[in-house]
T-cell receptor, first 108, second 114 residues
Framework: SQQGEEDPQALSIQEGENATMNCSYK?????LQWYRQNSGRGLVHLIL?????REKHSGRLRVTLDTSKKSSSLLITASRAADTASYFC????????FGAGTILRVKS | SQTIHQWPATLVQPVGSPLSLECTVE??????LYWYRQAAGRGLQLLFY??????ISSEVPQNLSASRPQDRQFILSSKKLLLSDSGFYLC?????????????FGEGSRLTVL
């Protein structure tokens, strides 16, 4: 069964806007990861946040983690057309379990 | 640097035919290896993982099997393909098991069963 569930399923924004994607999970975790997948390609790791961290930054990416609510969010600031991709959260649980992803489309 | 290769990239096979997808990793030793399947517009489903040569763990009962004949080689097979086996198959490796570290993915193999 899937551990992480992303929301929304799809998101369409204009270039320059911020994009926020959310992930909810069900059981306790040690860490949560976010991955990106361009259409028809493999997944690329974006960022890992540990359960004792609340926020983490990497370039234009900001990830938050709320273990009390079992949720995480990924914020992409100043989006670009090249950010168009599917974004997945993954939680460790027993093994890395991926959600269904959010499809982000950034219009130029 | 480490690299992961998957082939073939695209495959069209008739129902009932056999399957062999291959994955190799370069630049690291004793990696943990994974096979995931992604149905169209869906998330990833973990099929198999391996912590060492000859050690295979199956996550989902199905007509697929996996083998690890060498440290950095992982093979996904089927004796008789079903229509439901169509999908995008991704091989990945990691240093740490149990999701404590980053997964590195191959470019995927798209299988269409007709």
């Amino acid at each position: 069964s899937q551990q992480g569930e992303e929301d929304p399923q799809a998101l369409s924004i204009q270039e320059g806007e911020n994009a926020t994607m959310n992930c909810s999970y069900k059981t306790s975790i040690n860490n949560l990861q976010w991955y990106r997948q361009n259409s028809g390609r493999g997944l690329v790791h974006l960022i890992l946040i540990r359960s004792n961290e609340r926020e983490k930054h990497s370039g234009r990416l900001r990830v938050t983690l709320d273990t009390s609510k079992k949720s995480s969010s990924l914020l992409i600031t100043a989006s670009r057309a090249a950010d168009t991709a599917s974004y997945f959260c993954a939680t460790d649980g027993n093994k890395l379990v991926f959600g269904a992803g959010t499809i982000l489309r950034v219009k130029s | 640097s480490q690299t992961i290769h998957q082939w073939p990239a695209t495959l069209v096979q008739p129902v009932g035919s056999p399957l062999s997808l291959e994955c190799t990793v370069e630049g690291t030793s004793n990696p943990n290896l994974y096979w995931y399947r992604q149905a169209a517009g869906r998330g990833l489903q973990l099929l198999f993982y391996s912590v060492g040569i000859g050690q295979i763990s199956s996550e989902v009962p199905q007509n697929l099997s996996a083998s690890r004949p060498q440290d950095r080689q992982f093979i996904l097979s089927s004796k008789k393909l079903l229509l439901s086996d169509s999908g995008f198959y991704l091989c990945a490796w990691s240093v740490d098991l149990a999701g404590t570290g980053e997964l590195f993915f191959g470019e995927g193999s798209r299988l269409t069963v007709l």
